[in-house]
Nanobody, 123 residues
Framework: QVQLVESGGRLVQAGGSLRLSCAAS????????MGWFRQAPGKEREFVAT????????SYADSVKGRFTISRENAKNTVYLQMNSLKPEDTAVYYC????????????????WGQGTQVTVSS
């Protein structure tokens, strides 16, 4: 069982930056594909970014491409989401997730989820 704990969410002005972190409890963290998803009020959870177990392959939603960067440090059992040029429409609860399918953008293909961290972008 992998436990995931997100942190770093807060209120930020439009145009600002944030870095989210997700710490995993499992020593086999390095074998998992990791993803970030988000859910805004009244909307379905949507894919943001994913990174392979090795960190060599990444994929992004079109809405965040060029602004967000996913990375990981397997030695620290941690995955990050660097968010730049934030927009009010980025406001959501951000979740990290662990799975075994490389490159997946489908939430149902991720087995373990954190409880989320709130990001609010003011205009």
């Amino acid at each position: 069982q992998v436990q995931l704990v997100e942190s770093g969410g807060r209120l930020v002005q439009a145009g600002g930056s944030l870095r989210l972190s997700c710490a995993a409890s499992e020593r086999t963290f390095s074998s998992y594909t990791m993803g970030w998803f988000r859910q805004a009020p009244g909307k379905e959870r949507e894919f943001v970014a994913t990174i392979s177990w090795s960190g060599t392959r990444t994929s992004y939603a079109d809405s965040v491409k060029g602004r967000f960067t996913i990375s990981r440090e397997n030695a620290k059992n941690t995955v990050y989401l660097q968010m730049n040029s934030l927009k009010p429409e980025d406001t959501a609860v951000y979740y990290c997730a662990a799975g075994t399918l490389d490159g997946s953008s489908w939430s149902h293909e991720y087995e373990y989820w954190g409880q989320g961290t709130q990001v609010t972008v003011s205009s």
